[in-house]
Protein backbone atom coordinates (compact mmCIF):
# COMPACT_ATOMS: atom_id res chain seq x y z
CA UNK A 1 0.00 0.00 0.00
CA UNK A 2 2.87 2.71 1.03
CA UNK A 3 4.91 1.42 -2.24
CA UNK A 4 1.31 2.36 -4.38
CA UNK A 5 1.08 5.71 -2.28
CA UNK A 6 4.94 6.42 -3.14
CA UNK A 7 4.52 5.25 -7.28
CA UNK A 8 1.61 7.81 -6.83
CA UNK A 9 3.27 10.82 -5.67
CA UNK A 10 6.11 10.36 -8.32
CA UNK A 11 3.68 10.16 -11.11
CA UNK A 12 1.85 13.16 -9.59
CA UNK A 13 5.43 15.00 -9.02
CA UNK A 14 6.55 14.28 -12.68
CA UNK A 15 3.74 15.16 -14.35
CA UNK A 16 3.82 18.66 -12.39
CA UNK A 17 7.02 18.62 -13.43
CA UNK A 18 6.57 18.18 -16.93
CA UNK A 19 3.30 20.82 -16.99
CA UNK A 20 5.44 23.55 -15.14
CA UNK A 21 8.91 22.84 -17.25
CA UNK A 22 6.72 23.17 -20.59
CA UNK A 23 5.14 26.14 -19.82
CA UNK A 24 8.72 27.36 -18.80
CA UNK A 25 10.09 26.77 -22.41
CA UNK A 26 6.61 28.44 -23.41
CA UNK A 27 7.40 31.19 -21.71
CA UNK A 28 10.87 31.65 -22.65
CA UNK A 29 9.74 31.35 -26.45
CA UNK A 30 7.33 33.92 -26.33
CA UNK A 31 10.12 36.20 -24.66
CA UNK A 32 12.74 36.04 -26.98
CA UNK A 33 11.76 38.44 -29.34
CA UNK A 34 13.18 37.57 -32.76
CA UNK A 35 16.07 40.43 -34.13
CA UNK A 36 13.10 41.48 -36.57
CA UNK A 37 10.27 42.25 -34.47
CA UNK A 38 9.51 46.12 -33.93
CA UNK A 39 10.80 46.48 -30.53
CA UNK A 40 14.18 44.65 -30.79
CA UNK A 41 14.67 45.42 -34.74
CA UNK A 42 18.02 47.53 -35.11
CA UNK A 43 18.89 50.17 -37.12
CA UNK A 44 20.63 49.79 -40.88
CA UNK A 45 24.43 48.66 -41.04
CA UNK A 46 25.71 52.58 -41.36
CA UNK A 47 28.33 53.68 -43.52
CA UNK A 48 30.35 54.86 -40.18
CA UNK A 49 29.79 51.52 -38.43
CA UNK A 50 30.29 49.73 -42.03
CA UNK A 51 33.96 51.48 -41.79
CA UNK A 52 34.79 50.73 -38.27
CA UNK A 53 34.39 46.98 -38.88
CA UNK A 54 37.89 46.92 -40.45
CA UNK A 55 40.98 46.59 -39.40
CA UNK A 56 44.72 48.95 -40.79
CA UNK A 57 44.91 45.62 -43.96
CA UNK A 58 41.33 46.00 -44.36
CA UNK A 59 39.96 42.62 -42.77
CA UNK A 60 36.59 42.42 -41.03
CA UNK A 61 37.91 42.71 -37.41
CA UNK A 62 34.35 40.53 -35.99
CA UNK A 63 32.60 38.47 -38.95
CA UNK A 64 29.62 37.18 -36.27
CA UNK A 65 29.00 41.32 -34.91
CA UNK A 66 29.16 41.85 -39.15
CA UNK A 67 26.31 39.61 -39.61
CA UNK A 68 24.18 39.49 -37.15
CA UNK A 69 24.49 43.10 -37.80
CA UNK A 70 23.10 42.63 -41.29
CA UNK A 71 20.86 39.74 -39.95
CA UNK A 72 18.94 42.25 -37.79
CA UNK A 73 18.61 44.86 -39.45
CA UNK A 74 19.34 46.06 -43.38
CA UNK A 75 22.42 47.95 -45.19
CA UNK A 76 22.39 51.47 -46.20
CA UNK A 77 21.85 51.74 -49.31
CA UNK A 78 25.21 53.92 -49.91
CA UNK A 79 27.42 51.15 -48.79
CA UNK A 80 25.58 48.15 -50.72
CA UNK A 81 27.92 47.88 -53.72
CA UNK A 82 30.35 47.74 -51.04
CA UNK A 83 29.21 44.56 -48.31
CA UNK A 84 27.03 42.67 -51.20
CA UNK A 85 30.72 40.79 -52.54
CA UNK A 86 30.82 39.65 -49.25
CA UNK A 87 27.66 38.46 -48.45
CA UNK A 88 27.70 36.51 -51.38
CA UNK A 89 30.96 34.75 -51.27
CA UNK A 90 32.39 37.22 -53.93
CA UNK A 91 35.13 38.29 -50.85
CA UNK A 92 36.11 35.57 -48.02
CA UNK A 93 35.19 37.12 -44.96
CA UNK A 94 38.41 36.98 -43.40
CA UNK A 95 40.32 38.51 -46.70
CA UNK A 96 42.78 41.69 -47.17
CA UNK A 97 42.20 44.43 -49.32
CA UNK A 98 45.42 43.58 -50.97
CA UNK A 99 43.77 40.10 -51.63
CA UNK A 100 40.40 41.45 -52.59
CA UNK A 101 42.16 43.98 -54.96
CA UNK A 102 43.41 40.70 -56.59
CA UNK A 103 40.37 38.58 -56.92
CA UNK A 104 38.67 42.21 -58.76
CA UNK A 105 41.16 41.93 -61.50
CA UNK A 106 40.95 38.79 -61.80
CA UNK A 107 37.28 38.34 -62.13
CA UNK A 108 37.17 40.91 -64.40
CA UNK A 109 39.43 39.13 -66.63
CA UNK A 110 37.23 36.44 -66.44
CA UNK A 111 33.84 38.12 -67.34
CA UNK A 112 35.39 39.78 -70.24
CA UNK A 113 36.51 36.57 -71.47
CA UNK A 114 33.17 35.50 -71.22
CA UNK A 115 31.46 38.23 -73.07
CA UNK A 116 34.03 38.06 -75.94
CA UNK A 117 32.58 34.12 -76.16
CA UNK A 118 29.03 35.33 -76.18
CA UNK A 119 29.68 38.08 -78.91
CA UNK A 120 31.02 35.19 -81.24
CA UNK A 121 28.17 32.76 -80.62
CA UNK A 122 26.23 35.46 -81.34
CA UNK A 123 27.54 36.70 -84.35
CA UNK A 124 28.20 33.16 -85.52
CA UNK A 125 24.47 32.25 -85.09
CA UNK A 126 23.70 35.50 -86.99
CA UNK A 127 26.02 34.03 -89.94
CA UNK A 128 24.25 30.82 -89.77
CA UNK A 129 20.92 32.21 -90.18
CA UNK A 130 21.37 34.39 -92.64
CA UNK A 131 23.49 31.73 -94.67
CA UNK A 132 20.30 29.13 -94.30
CA UNK A 133 18.04 32.30 -95.89
CA UNK A 134 19.99 32.44 -98.49
CA UNK A 135 19.98 28.36 -98.94
CA UNK A 136 16.62 28.41 -99.09
CA UNK A 137 16.34 27.16 -95.40
CA UNK A 138 17.54 23.88 -95.85
CA UNK A 139 19.64 21.73 -93.49
CA UNK A 140 19.15 21.25 -89.54
CA UNK A 141 17.38 24.88 -87.79
CA UNK A 142 19.05 27.50 -86.03
CA UNK A 143 16.89 30.53 -85.14
CA UNK A 144 19.05 33.49 -85.22
CA UNK A 145 18.68 37.28 -83.27
CA UNK A 146 16.50 38.19 -86.38
CA UNK A 147 14.36 34.81 -86.50
CA UNK A 148 10.58 35.06 -86.68
CA UNK A 149 8.63 34.33 -83.69
CA UNK A 150 11.61 35.60 -81.80
CA UNK A 151 9.49 38.24 -79.83
CA UNK A 152 6.67 35.73 -79.11
CA UNK A 153 9.13 33.36 -77.34
CA UNK A 154 8.85 33.24 -73.18
CA UNK A 155 10.23 30.81 -71.80
CA UNK A 156 11.72 27.26 -72.29
CA UNK A 157 9.97 26.01 -68.68
CA UNK A 158 7.32 27.42 -66.30
CA UNK A 159 5.73 30.77 -67.24
CA UNK A 160 6.00 32.98 -63.79
CA UNK A 161 2.94 35.39 -65.03
CA UNK A 162 0.23 36.62 -62.87
CA UNK A 163 -1.91 34.28 -64.34
CA UNK A 164 0.05 31.23 -63.35
CA UNK A 165 -0.27 29.31 -66.67
CA UNK A 166 2.41 26.87 -68.40
CA UNK A 167 3.33 28.43 -71.18
CA UNK A 168 6.03 26.55 -73.42
CA UNK A 169 8.67 27.96 -75.62
CA UNK A 170 7.43 27.14 -79.00
CA UNK A 171 11.25 26.18 -80.05
CA UNK A 172 11.67 24.07 -77.22
CA UNK A 173 11.27 19.92 -77.28
CA UNK A 174 8.75 18.91 -75.68
CA UNK A 175 10.82 16.17 -74.17
CA UNK A 176 13.49 18.38 -73.08
CA UNK A 177 16.13 17.11 -75.00
CA UNK A 178 19.29 18.97 -76.47
CA UNK A 179 19.40 19.82 -80.23
CA UNK A 180 22.97 18.87 -81.75
CA UNK A 181 22.93 21.39 -84.73
CA UNK A 182 25.14 20.52 -87.90
CA UNK A 183 28.18 22.12 -87.79
CA UNK A 184 31.57 21.96 -90.19
CA UNK A 185 33.74 23.24 -87.20
CA UNK A 186 34.71 21.53 -84.26
CA UNK A 187 33.23 21.58 -81.02
CA UNK A 188 34.70 22.93 -78.14
CA UNK A 189 34.54 22.46 -74.71
CA UNK A 190 35.34 25.75 -72.57
CA UNK A 191 36.11 25.63 -68.80
CA UNK A 192 35.81 28.54 -66.88
CA UNK A 193 35.65 27.76 -63.11
CA UNK A 194 34.16 24.33 -63.52
CA UNK A 195 31.55 25.21 -65.71
CA UNK A 196 31.45 24.93 -69.79
CA UNK A 197 29.74 24.87 -72.40
CA UNK A 198 30.00 23.91 -76.60
CA UNK A 199 31.11 26.32 -78.77
CA UNK A 200 30.78 26.21 -82.82
CA UNK A 201 34.15 28.35 -83.67
CA UNK A 202 37.77 27.75 -85.10
CA UNK A 203 39.94 27.41 -82.09
CA UNK A 204 42.34 29.58 -84.32
CA UNK A 205 39.91 32.48 -84.95
CA UNK A 206 41.75 35.12 -83.27
CA UNK A 207 39.75 37.94 -80.75
CA UNK A 208 40.73 40.68 -83.39
CA UNK A 209 38.94 39.31 -86.23
CA UNK A 210 35.62 40.19 -84.43
CA UNK A 211 33.32 42.53 -85.32
CA UNK A 212 33.37 46.42 -84.17
CA UNK A 213 30.11 45.29 -82.32
CA UNK A 214 32.90 43.48 -79.79
CA UNK A 215 34.72 47.27 -79.50
CA UNK A 216 30.97 49.26 -78.57
CA UNK A 217 30.29 46.46 -75.90
CA UNK A 218 33.92 47.02 -74.32
CA UNK A 219 33.17 50.82 -74.50
CA UNK A 220 29.99 50.78 -73.17
CA UNK A 221 30.21 47.87 -70.32
CA UNK A 222 33.56 47.06 -69.44
CA UNK A 223 34.90 50.08 -68.23
CA UNK A 224 35.07 53.50 -66.20
CA UNK A 225 34.31 56.49 -68.42
CA UNK A 226 37.26 57.51 -69.80
CA UNK A 227 39.37 54.62 -69.64
CA UNK A 228 37.42 52.27 -72.24
CA UNK A 229 40.53 51.88 -75.19
CA UNK A 230 43.52 50.56 -72.35
CA UNK A 231 40.20 48.02 -71.29
CA UNK A 232 39.78 47.24 -74.73
CA UNK A 233 43.55 46.25 -75.57
CA UNK A 234 44.21 44.42 -72.27
CA UNK A 235 40.98 42.54 -73.02
CA UNK A 236 42.67 41.57 -76.15
CA UNK A 237 45.78 40.02 -74.69
CA UNK A 238 44.03 38.17 -72.62
CA UNK A 239 44.87 34.42 -72.82
CA UNK A 240 41.88 32.23 -74.28
CA UNK A 241 39.73 29.87 -71.73
CA UNK A 242 41.41 26.66 -72.14
CA UNK A 243 39.68 24.37 -74.90
CA UNK A 244 39.05 20.55 -74.93
CA UNK A 245 36.70 18.76 -76.98
CA UNK A 246 34.02 17.21 -75.74
CA UNK A 247 30.26 16.20 -76.74
CA UNK A 248 28.44 15.75 -73.17
CA UNK A 249 26.95 19.85 -72.41
CA UNK A 250 24.89 22.51 -74.74
CA UNK A 251 25.46 23.42 -77.75
CA UNK A 252 25.26 26.96 -79.93
CA UNK A 253 21.73 25.88 -80.40
CA UNK A 254 20.77 26.20 -77.18
CA UNK A 255 22.33 29.13 -76.41
CA UNK A 256 20.53 31.18 -79.51
CA UNK A 257 17.57 30.01 -77.74
CA UNK A 258 18.85 31.20 -74.25
CA UNK A 259 19.83 34.48 -76.03
CA UNK A 260 16.67 34.89 -77.49
CA UNK A 261 14.61 34.41 -74.23
CA UNK A 262 16.90 37.05 -72.33
CA UNK A 263 16.33 39.64 -74.50
CA UNK A 264 12.28 39.79 -74.49
CA UNK A 265 12.59 39.19 -70.25
CA UNK A 266 15.26 42.28 -70.46
CA UNK A 267 12.59 44.57 -72.38
CA UNK A 268 10.00 43.05 -70.05
CA UNK A 269 12.09 44.16 -66.53
CA UNK A 270 10.07 45.63 -63.72
CA UNK A 271 11.38 49.18 -63.44
CA UNK A 272 10.32 49.99 -59.36
CA UNK A 273 14.22 49.98 -59.18
CA UNK A 274 14.55 53.61 -60.68
CA UNK A 275 14.06 55.77 -57.62
CA UNK A 276 16.79 53.65 -56.08
CA UNK A 277 19.84 54.23 -58.74
CA UNK A 278 19.71 57.36 -59.92
CA UNK A 279 23.48 57.61 -61.22
CA UNK A 280 21.75 54.64 -63.78
CA UNK A 281 18.14 56.77 -63.90
CA UNK A 282 19.88 59.49 -65.57
CA UNK A 283 21.47 57.87 -68.06
CA UNK A 284 21.43 59.54 -71.83
CA UNK A 285 19.67 58.38 -74.35
CA UNK A 286 22.60 58.08 -76.75
CA UNK A 287 24.24 55.96 -73.83
CA UNK A 288 21.71 53.42 -73.59
CA UNK A 289 21.31 53.06 -77.45
CA UNK A 290 24.83 52.46 -77.78
CA UNK A 291 24.15 49.95 -75.22
CA UNK A 292 21.39 48.23 -76.48
CA UNK A 293 23.58 48.40 -80.12
CA UNK A 294 26.31 46.55 -78.40
CA UNK A 295 24.09 43.57 -76.94
CA UNK A 296 21.95 43.39 -80.59
CA UNK A 297 18.97 43.80 -78.28
CA UNK A 298 15.11 44.16 -79.88
CA UNK A 299 11.99 46.41 -79.82
CA UNK A 300 12.92 48.58 -77.16
CA UNK A 301 11.90 51.50 -78.93
CA UNK A 302 8.54 52.16 -76.42
CA UNK A 303 11.26 52.16 -73.23
CA UNK A 304 12.78 55.37 -71.84
CA UNK A 305 16.74 55.49 -71.51
CA UNK A 306 17.29 54.17 -67.89
CA UNK A 307 15.32 51.28 -68.85
CA UNK A 308 16.93 50.78 -72.06
CA UNK A 309 20.44 50.70 -70.60
CA UNK A 310 19.03 48.63 -67.80
CA UNK A 311 17.75 45.59 -70.04
CA UNK A 312 21.09 45.81 -72.14
CA UNK A 313 23.13 45.44 -69.11
CA UNK A 314 20.95 42.21 -68.49
CA UNK A 315 21.04 41.18 -71.25
CA UNK A 316 25.54 41.13 -71.22
CA UNK A 317 25.25 39.50 -67.55
CA UNK A 318 22.55 36.34 -68.35
CA UNK A 319 24.28 35.57 -71.62
CA UNK A 320 27.73 35.45 -69.54
CA UNK A 321 26.11 33.88 -66.97
CA UNK A 322 24.41 31.15 -69.36
CA UNK A 323 27.95 30.03 -70.52
CA UNK A 324 29.48 30.11 -67.02
CA UNK A 325 26.91 27.71 -65.91
CA UNK A 326 25.96 26.00 -69.21
CA UNK A 327 24.10 23.00 -66.81
CA UNK A 328 20.98 25.39 -66.16
CA UNK A 329 22.06 27.98 -69.31
CA UNK A 330 19.05 30.76 -68.87
CA UNK A 331 15.06 30.24 -67.81
CA UNK A 332 12.37 32.89 -67.23
CA UNK A 333 12.95 34.43 -63.51
CA UNK A 334 16.39 34.59 -63.68
CA UNK A 335 15.92 38.26 -65.16
CA UNK A 336 14.08 39.27 -61.50
CA UNK A 337 16.92 37.37 -59.38
CA UNK A 338 19.59 39.91 -61.29
CA UNK A 339 17.52 43.17 -61.84
CA UNK A 340 18.03 44.03 -58.24
CA UNK A 341 21.59 43.19 -58.24
CA UNK A 342 22.06 45.81 -61.48
CA UNK A 343 20.18 48.69 -59.74
CA UNK A 344 22.32 48.45 -57.29
CA UNK A 345 25.87 47.60 -58.45
CA UNK A 346 27.12 49.59 -61.82
CA UNK A 347 29.74 47.64 -62.89
CA UNK A 348 28.95 44.75 -64.85
CA UNK A 349 31.76 42.57 -63.62
CA UNK A 350 31.12 43.06 -60.03
CA UNK A 351 27.60 42.38 -60.48
CA UNK A 352 28.28 39.63 -62.23
CA UNK A 353 30.00 38.27 -59.79
CA UNK A 354 27.61 39.06 -57.11
CA UNK A 355 24.91 36.89 -59.10
CA UNK A 356 27.17 34.11 -59.70
CA UNK A 357 27.34 34.04 -55.81
CA UNK A 358 23.33 34.32 -55.63
CA UNK A 359 23.43 31.67 -57.95
CA UNK A 360 24.75 29.03 -56.01
CA UNK A 361 22.09 28.28 -54.30
CA UNK A 362 19.48 30.13 -56.60
CA UNK A 363 20.17 27.96 -59.59
CA UNK A 364 18.40 24.98 -58.59
CA UNK A 365 14.98 26.60 -59.04
CA UNK A 366 15.83 26.70 -62.40
CA UNK A 367 17.03 23.00 -63.08
CA UNK A 368 14.67 21.20 -65.86
CA UNK A 369 14.19 18.16 -63.59
CA UNK A 370 12.95 20.60 -60.82
CA UNK A 371 14.47 18.06 -58.13
CA UNK A 372 15.67 22.22 -56.09
CA UNK A 373 11.67 23.45 -56.16
CA UNK A 374 10.16 19.89 -55.09
CA UNK A 375 12.17 20.13 -52.26
CA UNK A 376 11.43 23.38 -51.51
CA UNK A 377 7.98 23.14 -51.92
CA UNK A 378 8.18 19.97 -49.90
CA UNK A 379 9.61 22.05 -46.86
CA UNK A 380 6.97 24.40 -46.97
CA UNK A 381 4.17 22.09 -46.80
CA UNK A 382 5.98 20.62 -43.92
CA UNK A 383 6.24 23.46 -41.73
CA UNK A 384 2.43 24.38 -43.00
CA UNK A 385 1.73 20.46 -41.57
CA UNK A 386 3.75 20.97 -38.18
CA UNK A 387 2.76 24.16 -37.43
CA UNK A 388 -1.18 24.05 -38.48
CA UNK A 389 -3.05 20.92 -38.85
CA UNK A 390 -6.12 22.44 -39.41
CA UNK A 391 -5.11 24.50 -42.30
CA UNK A 392 -3.10 21.47 -43.75
CA UNK A 393 -6.20 19.15 -43.49
CA UNK A 394 -8.18 21.76 -45.91
CA UNK A 395 -5.11 21.79 -48.26
CA UNK A 396 -5.48 18.41 -48.41
CA UNK A 397 -9.15 18.44 -49.56
CA UNK A 398 -8.09 20.70 -52.12
CA UNK A 399 -5.17 18.91 -53.43
CA UNK A 400 -3.05 21.85 -52.40
CA UNK A 401 -0.66 19.81 -49.89
CA UNK A 402 2.26 20.01 -52.41
CA UNK A 403 2.23 23.77 -51.92
CA UNK A 404 2.32 24.69 -55.69
CA UNK A 405 0.35 27.61 -54.91
CA UNK A 406 3.98 29.26 -53.67
CA UNK A 407 5.54 28.36 -56.67
CA UNK A 408 6.68 31.28 -58.37
CA UNK A 409 7.68 32.59 -54.42
CA UNK A 410 10.20 30.06 -54.14
CA UNK A 411 11.32 30.48 -57.62
CA UNK A 412 12.30 34.25 -57.54
CA UNK A 413 12.63 34.44 -53.72
CA UNK A 414 9.56 36.62 -53.22
CA UNK A 415 10.44 38.91 -55.93
CA UNK A 416 6.80 39.72 -57.75
CA UNK A 417 5.78 40.12 -54.09
CA UNK A 418 7.74 42.86 -52.66
CA UNK A 419 8.90 45.99 -53.67
CA UNK A 420 12.55 46.89 -54.58
CA UNK A 421 13.40 47.77 -51.22
CA UNK A 422 11.62 44.93 -49.23
CA UNK A 423 13.37 42.88 -51.78
CA UNK A 424 16.84 43.60 -51.06
CA UNK A 425 16.06 43.87 -47.11
CA UNK A 426 14.96 40.23 -47.05
CA UNK A 427 17.31 39.25 -49.15
CA UNK A 428 20.08 40.90 -47.30
CA UNK A 429 19.03 38.69 -44.46
CA UNK A 430 19.10 35.64 -46.59
CA UNK A 431 21.90 36.08 -47.32
CA UNK A 432 23.52 36.91 -44.63
CA UNK A 433 22.42 33.35 -42.99
CA UNK A 434 24.34 31.83 -45.97
CA UNK A 435 27.40 33.98 -45.48
CA UNK A 436 27.30 32.22 -41.50
CA UNK A 437 26.62 28.91 -42.55
CA UNK A 438 29.58 28.84 -45.23
CA UNK A 439 32.00 30.31 -42.82
CA UNK A 440 31.17 27.69 -40.43
CA UNK A 441 29.79 30.18 -37.85
CA UNK A 442 26.42 29.28 -37.76
CA UNK A 443 26.23 26.77 -34.97
CA UNK A 444 29.36 28.01 -32.30
CA UNK A 445 28.31 32.14 -32.43
CA UNK A 446 24.72 31.14 -32.74
CA UNK A 447 24.36 28.52 -30.29
CA UNK A 448 24.49 31.26 -27.69
CA UNK A 449 21.56 33.14 -28.48
CA UNK A 450 19.51 29.64 -26.87
CA UNK A 451 16.14 29.62 -28.49
CA UNK A 452 15.98 32.33 -30.93
CA UNK A 453 16.52 30.99 -34.68
CA UNK A 454 19.65 29.74 -36.15
CA UNK A 455 20.88 30.63 -39.45
CA UNK A 456 19.62 28.55 -42.06
CA UNK A 457 19.65 28.46 -45.65
CA UNK A 458 16.08 27.77 -46.11
CA UNK A 459 15.13 31.14 -44.18
CA UNK A 460 13.00 32.14 -47.50
CA UNK A 461 11.10 29.19 -47.16
CA UNK A 462 10.37 29.98 -43.73
CA UNK A 463 9.02 33.58 -44.59
CA UNK A 464 6.52 31.70 -47.66
CA UNK A 465 5.36 29.65 -45.32
CA UNK A 466 4.50 32.69 -42.49
CA UNK A 467 3.19 34.02 -45.56
CA UNK A 468 0.67 31.15 -46.15
CA UNK A 469 -0.46 30.93 -42.23
CA UNK A 470 -1.16 34.63 -41.86
CA UNK A 471 -3.78 34.21 -44.07
CA UNK A 472 -4.95 30.48 -42.34
CA UNK A 473 -8.45 31.94 -42.16
CA UNK A 474 -9.34 33.45 -45.68
CA UNK A 475 -8.03 30.42 -46.97
CA UNK A 476 -10.01 27.61 -44.85
CA UNK A 477 -13.04 30.07 -45.21
CA UNK A 478 -13.19 31.38 -48.28
CA UNK A 479 -11.08 28.96 -50.60
CA UNK A 480 -12.28 25.73 -52.61
CA UNK A 481 -10.10 25.63 -55.04
CA UNK A 482 -6.39 25.69 -55.22
CA UNK A 483 -7.23 28.48 -58.46
CA UNK A 484 -8.20 30.55 -55.64
CA UNK A 485 -5.18 30.26 -53.35
CA UNK A 486 -2.94 30.68 -56.08
CA UNK A 487 -5.01 33.78 -57.05
CA UNK A 488 -4.80 34.84 -53.70
CA UNK A 489 -1.01 34.19 -53.18
CA UNK A 490 -0.30 36.24 -57.09
CA UNK A 491 -2.49 39.42 -55.53
CA UNK A 492 -0.22 39.58 -52.60
CA UNK A 493 2.03 42.24 -54.33
CA UNK A 494 3.24 44.96 -52.68
CA UNK A 495 0.51 44.06 -49.56
CA UNK A 496 3.31 42.54 -47.23
CA UNK A 497 5.15 44.13 -44.46
CA UNK A 498 8.87 42.67 -44.64
CA UNK A 499 9.33 42.46 -41.15
CA UNK A 500 6.35 40.50 -39.87
CA UNK A 501 7.08 37.82 -42.03
CA UNK A 502 10.36 37.60 -40.77
CA UNK A 503 9.27 37.87 -36.96
CA UNK A 504 6.95 34.87 -38.10
CA UNK A 505 9.11 33.06 -39.58
CA UNK A 506 12.15 33.26 -36.91
CA UNK A 507 9.08 31.71 -34.51
CA UNK A 508 8.57 28.60 -36.94
CA UNK A 509 12.22 28.41 -37.37
CA UNK A 510 12.65 28.49 -33.41
CA UNK A 511 9.72 25.75 -33.04
CA UNK A 512 10.35 23.51 -35.97
CA UNK A 513 13.65 23.81 -37.44
CA UNK A 514 14.92 21.06 -35.50
CA UNK A 515 12.19 18.81 -36.39
CA UNK A 516 12.43 19.70 -40.24
CA UNK A 517 15.57 19.34 -40.43
CA UNK A 518 15.54 15.99 -38.98
CA UNK A 519 12.45 14.66 -40.60
CA UNK A 520 13.75 11.91 -43.48
CA UNK A 521 11.07 11.88 -45.63
CA UNK A 522 12.13 13.99 -48.26
CA UNK A 523 11.60 14.25 -52.23
CA UNK A 524 14.19 12.70 -54.38
Known sequence: ?????????????????????????????????????????????????????????????????????????????????????????????????????????QNRKKYENLRRQCRRLLKRNSETFKLKQTNG??????????????????????????????????????????????SSGPNLFLECEGHSVITNFDPSESSDSDSSDEEVESQVFLATEGSEENDLNNAKEEAPLTAKISSDTYTAEDFATWQRIIRVDAVRANSDWIVYSPSQAAVSEGRARRSAEAVRLKDYEHLEPCRIFHAARLVAILEAYALYDAEIGYCQGMSDLLSPIIAV?????????????????????????????????????????????????????????????????????????????????IWEVMWADQAALRAGIGKSAWGRIRQRAPPTDDLLLYAIAACVLQRRKLIIEKYSSMDEIIRECNSMAGQLDVWKLLDDAHDLVVTLHTKIQEDPSDVS
Open 1 to 105: MGSLKIRSFRCCFFFLFFYFHTSFLRSVRSSLKSPWSRRRRKHSLSSRKWKNLFTLDGKIRDRVKFLKKVRSGDVDPSIRTDVWPFLLGVYDLNSTEEERDFIKV
Open 345 to 425: IEEDHEAFWCFVGFMRKARHNFRLDEVGIRRQLNIVSKIIKSKDSHLYRHLEKLQAEDCFFVYRMVVVLFRRELTFEQTVC
Open 137 to 182: GSGSSVHGMDSPGSEDVVSARESLSSEGRSLADEDSDPEGNIHIIN
